[in-house]
């Protein structure tokens, strides 16, 4: 037997049209995962709830499940299909976002947004060994910018979109239309895009159960990959709590809001992913250390321009000063997931990708709102309104640190490549 019993002859789509998929289905990743940002205002005001409990609805309750169960579901999709995997996750989290529609108080809404990332642990790492069955390594980074172009699009979505129907009709409904709408792709998704045949692993080879110890041995990938959760806790903390900083503070509507970073993420942040992989395939052919040394400069150059953003008192001033740092602090994505791919062997790609996301996810998005949240009340006797302001630009330092980590990475990121 010379392939996986998953890997059936068959005739393999094109490139494009995998991509194409995964970016879809990575854009309602996000979707349902942000949409929660501009409907907090609602979600509060109906379920009674604090500005701790809200940021813990935002990031702990999804990142519990969802960072640690992306290694064993990604053990499952290296084993088996990685497309199945993909697709049950897209229907599992889709639904759990509708029922967050039908949630009557905290512990209900806690509950469903857990359900979201059991759901969402089953489709990144996955989605990230696929591209890289599809595509050859000086292509890779490029597409897997492309790939996460989905981060974007879909907190770009869920801006827009649910501003829209929570504005028509209700936060409630959001939630259910948005949900209902990833479980109608699904089937399209399993019918368009399958896995490549795979080796069955060679006797003696590194068994996939040890692809962390093998990372964890290079000092890279622990560098990168909490320079990624430093950036992440700002950027996922800031995502969340933004749109709630500009109709508390500037007077903005939830219809206004979405519309105004619904703009910012499409032009800043598309930009910017994009960049980030074009540019990393470039300069990473010469030497393999930009492939950490770009992220490390966007941030260093992002973080003042994003706190003179939330500093500023102006909505105009504020959105032409998150443009520009929305694009550096998105380059990160394509350049470091790519290196993270190549720390391994290819047969344990998707195992290497969810080890690394269960250190983002759990610390970034797991620590970001919740910690700016409490922050915010802490500072609401001293500074009443404006604390929450305060709270967010008390976080932009990550994005230094962030930096410097990845700065360090880069020193031995070229002994610890795998080709």
Known sequence: METTASARPQSQPQPGIVLAMLLLVYTF???????????????KAD??????QLGMLGGLAFAALYSTLAIPLALLADRTSRSWVITVSLVVWSGFTALCGTAQSFTQMFLFRLGVGVGE???????????????PPERRARALAIYSLGIPLGAAGGMLLGSWIAQAVDWRTAFVAVGLAGIVIAPFFRWLVRDKPRPVL?????PVARVFPILAAKPSFWLLAFGAASSSTAGY????????????SYGLSVLETGRFFGAILLIGGVSGMFAGGVLADRLGRKDKRWYARLPALCFFGGAPLYLAGVLSHNATTTFLFFLIPQALVYTWLGPVTTAVQHMVPAHMRATASASFLMINNLIGLGLGSWTIGAVSEALAPTYGAEAL???????MGLYVLAGVLMLLGSRSLRRDWVD
């Open 29 to 43: 990743n996000f979707l349902d995962r942000q949409i929660l940002s501009i409907l907090a205002q609602g979600v």
């Open 47 to 52: 379920l009674h709830l604090t500005d701790t």
């Open 121 to 135: 642990a089953g489709g990144v790492a996955p989605s990230y060994a696929i591209i890289s069955d599809y595509f």
């Open 202 to 206: 060679a006797a003696g080879s590194v």
């Open 237 to 248: 903390g800031a995502g969340f709590w933004l749109p709630s900083l500009m109709q508390r």
């Open 389 to 395: 302001r305060y709270a967010i630009a008390s976080a």
